[in-house]
């Protein structure tokens, strides 16, 4: 923790939607502010030719209508957007800046991230099993993990490997 960090941190509630506005307007105003924000799975879209959908990483607020801030010489409760502050017996509540700063590690850490990793699950050699589609039941040897969301693997078909690049939600290790 440096000398110029805050001692003490505020919880702003905002107006639906409006913690990346209150987080920009204090900030330009000098005003230490924390929107945490975490990782989760977007779904994209439904295909009908499988069951699974596409899904998107997108980065979304973990407290949605709450900002964390750091002042004490204004009155956050005047900035545009913000619907009030938070408060414990009739006061403004307080958190310490070593929560704060615990909470900073566990986002960078993505501890609070609802994200499947599928990138990291598939090796080249890895036996696996096709879970939908037309070669659905199927064992499968990975051959090359793509960038992204697909992967190819060989399938024996007819007595034959033959090469078939699939979706990585389609298949699961055997």
């Known amino acids: 923790m440096n000398a110029a960090a805050p001692k003490e941190?505020?919880?702003?509630?905002?107006?639906?939607?409006?913690?990346?506005?209150?987080?920009?307007?204090?900030?330009?105003?000098?005003?230490p502010v924390f929107l945490p924000k975490i990782k989760r799975d977007?779904?994209?879209?439904?295909?009908?030719?499988?069951?699974?959908?596409?899904?998107?990483?997108v980065e979304a607020v973990m407290f949605p209508r709450y900002v964390f801030a750091a002042a004490d010489r204004i009155?956050?409760?005047?900035?545009?957007?913000?619907?009030?502050?938070?408060?414990?017996?009739g006061k403004w509540a307080r958190i310490s800046n070593d929560v704060i700063e615990d909470l900073r590690v566990a986002i960078d850490l993505g501890l609070f991230d609802s994200t499947r990793d599928k990138k990291a699950i598939f090796k080249p050699g890895q036996d696996v099993v096709i879970e939908e589609g037309p070669f659905a039941g199927l064992g499968a040897?990975?051959?090359?993990?793509?960038?992204?969301?697909?992967?190819?693997?060989?399938?024996d078909l007819l007595g034959r490997s033959t090469l078939v690049r699939v979706d990585l939600d389609l298949i699961k290790a055997a």
Do not use: C, F, M
């Open 75 to 89: 009155d956050l409760s005047e900035v545009d957007g913000v619907n009030g502050v938070l408060r414990r017996d």
């Open 9 to 31: 941190w505020h919880i702003l509630y905002t107006e639906p939607k409006g913690e990346e506005g209150v987080a920009l307007a204090l900030s330009k105003s000098g005003v």
């Open 141 to 155: 040897k990975v051959k090359k993990a793509l960038s992204g969301q697909d992967a190819e693997i060989l399938v």
């Open 42 to 57: 977007r779904v994209l879209r439904h295909t009908r030719k499988y069951k699974t959908p596409k899904y998107k990483t």
